[in-house]
């Protein structure tokens, strides 16, 4: 079974005309791209999450390495240095 031929596509066009009339099928058309195109759209932020995901599951799975100058330890300002940084700002 393959694609329809020359006369098949006519009859298969006036069929769609008598149906639903030569001022809907633009619109129908136009529609049915636009629905193609939001799924495409849709498609592609699922792909791009899905990669994102995976980009997330291998930096937390490797171990984090410290360039020249890091402390291994994160930095946490104590109380004091806390309410001179607000008395600072006022």
Same mark, same amino acid.
């Given at each position: 079974?393959?694609? =329809?031929?020359?006369? !098949? &596509? ?12 030569? @001022?809907?099928?633009? #619109?129908m058309?136009?529609?049915?791209? #636009?629905? $193609?195109?939001?799924? *495409? $759209? %849709?498609? +592609?932020?699922? /792909?791009?999450?899905? !990669?994102?995901? *995976? +980009? !997330?599951?291998?930096?937390?799975? %490797? =171990?984090?390495? &410290? @360039?020249?100058? !890091?402390?291994?330890? =994160? @930095?946490?300002?104590? =109380?004091? %240095?806390?309410?001179? +940084?607000?008395?600072? /700002? /006022?």
């Open positions: 079974m393959g694609l =329809p031929g020359g006369w !098949e &596509l006519v009859l298969i066009v006036g069929v769609l005309v008598l149906l639903f009339g030569a @001022t809907k099928l633009p #619109q058309a136009r529609s049915l791209g #636009q629905s $193609a195109r939001v799924f *495409k $759209a %849709e498609a +592609r932020g699922m /792909k791009e999450d899905e !990669e994102a995901a *995976k +980009r !997330e599951k291998q930096t937390k799975s %490797e =171990p984090q390495q &410290l @360039t020249a100058g !890091e402390s291994s330890a =994160p @930095t946490v300002a104590s =109380p004091v %240095e806390e309410t001179q +940084r607000n008395d600072s /700002k /006022k």
